[in-house]
């Protein structure tokens, strides 16, 4: 793919995984701002088709930036991004894209079910679609594993219960590219492999694109890509493997810092705008 | 705009209302519990219950729906649901039609109860037909709407919002005509509420008070509300942004 023109060996390492597909997004010089403050600097990057790439960085590097950029909630942004073939924020991607904010984003004082009652119909619309409707709203309920929480109010639920809830809602239209921000954040261990089992099932079975981003890097490992992201800017990009195997580290937190030190010593006055 | 994805949005506006039967208790009664104070605060002069009860049948549903909307649609902006339906495909226009539908339908609700309860049950002297009050009511109840939806813009937190309706509701009430008649206002003033909708709303509620059929006046009355009510609801959705920093 033209973005490891570097053609490092180890870029593809012993792999159990195929060649890489054509990617779902790609970035070009990527730029975002926010107030007098440059978020994201000329960014180049590529989400791999049907593949989980984790976006991995410090609290405040551009992480929630980033996946808005790509969702198109964020104002401000320049360069070229395309997403699954068209430029971002194009309505025809608003169907074939699932985004869940840091913060659960779902009614309160709606029940579990009401809430994706209310989603699915935003996304299809009509008596026609009721049959389907309501198959949707069954699946996402089993996919994060609620339905037995379906007529509870999401105000009375626990905050992880709530985010999974927020995160069935961007699963109801069977999306192409699903951006996600820290879903696992508070989460207990057991849910947490629970997750990363589901989005390996929904890239796996579904072909969804997964981004999903995580400032723990001992997620890292459960990732098919990286993006190491530190002040706006990418550090590197490549399988976890990879990554190790470039800095001669035996984990991606190594690696990264490994990185961060390369970085400071290569420009010790990094220019701030 | 979709109309299934309006309805669906109304319906789900009603549900949340349904869930918080609290808040839909307040909105129904208390009016009708001011309009039964009011009766009583003006035992000895019936005359002036009747020009203040028919300008309150109009304000009520104003205050109420302009209080309910700009909480609501704040709610849905800290929320982060509005940025996850806009990134979604729905049409701001579905968004704020459907809000417009639930609240408007509250607001019958409440008009009917209050109407019924001032005409009925406590003598307030109409003579035009009552169904012209109610049609004021829910013109009022909308631009009551449109004006919640637009100034949700412009707080940060639900603490501003309602700090928002002294200062765009209270002006209203007193240069509306409801403790004097406009005419004796300095004329500054009266100029002043020529351009506030709320003055038209309680001049059409007068207008059907004192006349039995329906006036030149009243026709202007409503329409000026209601043209007021499309314009402020244009505004609001210009305020709701797709794209945000």
């Known amino acids: 793919m033209m973005n490891y023109e570097s053609g490092e060996p180890g870029d593809r390492p012993g792999e159990p995984e195929p060649p890489d597909p054509a990617p779902a997004v790609t970035a070009r010089a990527l730029t975002a701002v926010r107030g007098d403050r440059t978020v994201l600097r000329g960014l180049d990057f590529t989400l791999p088709a049907g593949r989980v790439t984790g976006l991995l960085g410090p609290s405040g590097c551009g992480k929630t930036t980033l996946m808005r950029a790509v969702v198109a909630t964020q104002a401000k942004v320049t360069g070229t991004l395309t997403v699954l073939g068209s430029p971002a924020g194009h309505p025809g991607l608003r169907p074939r894209i ?160 490994h990185l961060v030190d390369t970085a400071a010593h290569a420009s010790p006055e990094e220019p701030r705008p | 705009m979709t109309p299934a994805r309006t309805l669906a949005t109304a319906a789900r506006v009603l549900r949340q209302l349904r869930h918080d039967p609290r808040s839909l208790a307040l909105m129904l009664l208390v009016p009708c519990a001011m309009l039964f104070l009011l009766r009583y605060v003006f035992d000895g002069s019936p005359g002036t219950f009747d020009t203040i009860g028919a300008s309150l049948l109009g304000i009520f549903p104003l205050i109420t729906m302009f209080l309910v909307t700009s909480i609501a649609t704040l709610r849905e902006r800290t929320s982060g649901t509005l940025e996850r339906l806009l990134a979604m495909p729905l049409g701001k226009a579905d968004l704020i039609a459907g809000y417009a539908l639930a609240f408007g339908l509250v607001a019958v609700v409440q008009s009917v109860l209050a109407t019924g309860l001032a005409v009925g049950l406590l003598g307030l002297d109409v003579v035009g037909s009552p169904w012209l009050l109610l049609l004021v009511a829910l013109l009022d109840a909308l631009l009551g709407t449109a004006l919640g939806l637009f100034v949700s813009a412009f707080a940060a937190s639900e603490f501003q919002a309602v700090q928002f309706m002294p200062a765009v509701i209270f002006p209203q009430l007193l240069l509306c005509g409801l403790f004097t008649p406009r005419e004796n206002m300095a004329p500054a003033l009266e100029a002043i509420s020529n351009v506030l909708p709320m003055s038209y709303a309680v001049d059409g509620m007068n207008e059907v008070l004192r006349h039995p059929d329906v006036t030149g006046a009243f026709v202007r009355d409503a329409l000026v509300v209601a043209g007021c009510a499309v314009l402020v609801l244009a505004l609001g959705a210009a305020t709701l942004r797709r794209r945000t920093t």
Request: net charge negative; aromatic share 4%; with cysteine.
């Open chain 1, 98 to 257: 699932g985004y869940v904010t840091q913060a659960p984003s779902v009614y309160d004082d709606l029940t579990v079910r009401q809430n994706l009652d209310y989603f699915a119909a935003v996304l299809l619309p009509g008596r026609a679609h009721r049959a389907g409707r309501a198959a949707a709203v069954d699946r996402a309920l089993a996919d994060v594993d609620l339905t037995d929480h379906a007529d509870a109010l999401a105000g009375r639920l626990s905050g992880g219960q709530r985010s999974r809830v927020s995160l069935a809602v961007a699963l109801l239209g069977t999306p192409d590219l699903l951006v996600l921000d820290e879903p696992t954040v508070g989460l207990d261990p057991v849910l947490r492999r629970d997750l990363w089992d589901l989005f390996h099932r929904l890239a796996a079975d579904r072909g969804t694109t997964l981004l999903v981003s995580s400032h723990v890097m001992d997620e890292a490992e459960r990732c098919h890509r990286l993006l190491l992201m530190r002040e706006g800017a990418i550090l590197a990009e490549g399988t976890p493997e990879a990554l190790r195997r470039q800095s001669g580290t035996t984990t991606v937190e190594e690696a990264f810092l």
